[in-house]
């Protein structure tokens, strides 16, 4: 499947924003926001034009594609699937992309990024109902579990994630114990801690 693959603290830069796509060093004064908190590029520095209307549909759109991985067709996808099913399209566009496999990894805190998440599910550390799943957009439901598989439980990268991110938390959807997750419930757009306004997106993909 197709991803993403250069520099990602170019990302950040050019959303204004930390987007947190480098796990834990994220926290610490090494992250490019710190540093060069202008927008990449030869003209980088000059003053930002200030955006409107379109331009600002656009750059959240993007901000929300990068967050949480996923390119331009696969994300149309989603919007279309969020504007078929009951509910606010804007939440419930979050609510389809907050409950990929990846994501539910890097929340439950078996990840230090969605991208490392990403990887670990493609090598199939993980279960959805004690059953293998490698399918990083995988949606979960209400009442699943996702736990690390018996043999990936000493894997160095996912104990040194888990312990990277202990003071974390959980998002009150989802519950942990050990090396076990579950889906409590649909998470609310309170409980999607995310600076982003859906709506726009929503008024770019009506036009």
């Known amino acids: 499947?197709?991803?993403?693959?250069?520099?990602?603290?170019?990302?950040?830069?050019?959303?204004?924003?930390?987007?947190?796509?480098?796990?834990?060093?994220?926290?610490?004064?090494?992250?490019?926001?710190?540093?060069?908190?202008?927008?990449?590029?030869?003209?980088?520095?000059?003053?930002?034009?200030?955006?409107?209307?379109?331009?600002?549909?656009?750059?959240?759109?993007?901000?929300?594609?990068?967050?949480?991985?996923?390119?331009?067709?696969?994300?149309?996808?989603?919007?279309?699937?969020?504007?078929?099913?009951?509910?606010?399209?804007?939440?419930?566009?979050?609510?389809?992309l907050e409950r990929r496999l990846d994501n539910v990894v890097y929340r439950l805190g078996f990840a230090t990024s969605r991208a490392q998440a990403r990887q670990l599910v493609r090598h199939a550390h993980f279960a959805v109902n004690n059953r293998k799943v490698n399918i990083p957009s995988y949606i979960v439901k209400p009442g699943d579990t996702v736990s690390v598989r018996e043999r990936s439980q000493k894997s160095t990268a996912i104990q040194h994630a888990a312990e990277e991110v202990k003071g974390r938390g959980v998002p009150e959807w989802l519950q942990v114990e050990g090396w076990t997750g579950r889906v409590v419930s649909l998470p609310t757009r309170e409980q999607i801690n995310l600076p982003v306004q859906e709506q726009l997106i929503v008024e770019l993909y009506s036009k």
């Open 1 to 96: 499947m197709a991803r993403y693959s250069g520099p990602v603290c170019r990302l950040c830069r050019r959303e204004g924003m930390k987007l947190f796509l480098k796990g834990e060093r994220c926290y610490t004064e090494k992250c490019a926001i710190e540093k060069r908190n202008f927008p990449p590029g030869q003209h980088g520095k000059r003053r930002a034009a200030k955006l409107l209307g379109y331009g600002l549909q656009l750059r959240e759109k993007q901000r929300v594609k990068r967050i949480y991985g996923v390119l331009e067709d696969q994300f149309r996808l989603y919007f279309q699937t969020a504007e078929r099913l009951r509910g606010i399209t804007g939440v419930v566009l979050l609510q389809l």
